[in-house]
């Protein structure tokens, strides 16, 4: 599987913490062993102009996710296909804002939000509540799984 970390963000992060959830989700997931996917780091003002050309909505958010191939999870005995997952943008200075007023820490909110985007990849949405509630619960069991304890609590930009 190819992940690549693209840091612009001027914030040091801990880019082979992202490879190694990436990794760990894909395996949990079903995700063809060939599965890529890129994760760019990114300053405000960056992630203002993703946000306003991507979504048409001015300011900088937390996470965005553009999906290439159209992927969905697989099952143990059925992968999903070898395939461009996507990429994830990601702003560690809103990470960390709602770090702080999440009450966990920055390094927690970065894994939170690339597994909100990985699961976003892969056609989950929030919009409807049911949706909500299986794209949160699953975010939630991804990440305490890796995490080896409990997952932070979802905060929003």
Do not use: Y
Not at 46 to 56: N, P
Request: with cysteine.
């Amino acid at each position: 599987m190819s992940i690549e970390v693209n840091n612009e963000s001027g914030v040091a992060v801990d880019e082979e913490a992202l490879v190694r959830l990436g990794r760990f989700i894909f395996d949990r997931l079903w995700l063809h062993p060939q599965t890529e996917l890129s994760v760019l780091l990114v300053d405000e003002a960056a992630m203002e102009r993703l946000h306003l050309e991507l979504m048409d909505e001015p300011g900088p958010t937390d996470v965005l996710s553009v999906p290439m191939d159209e992927l969905t999870p697989g099952t143990p005995g059925r992968p999903t296909p070898q395939g461009m997952l996507g990429d994830i943008a990601i702003c560690p200075q809103v990470a960390a804002e709602q770090a702080g007023r999440g009450g966990h820490s920055t390094a927690d909110e970065m894994l939170l939000l690339a597994t909100h985007g990985i699961l976003h990849l892969l056609g989950f949405d929030h919009a409807e509540p049911e949706d909500r509630d299986e794209m949160f619960g699953l975010q939630r069991e991804l990440l305490t799984e890796f995490l080896g304890r409990p997952a932070p609590k979802e905060t929003m930009a």
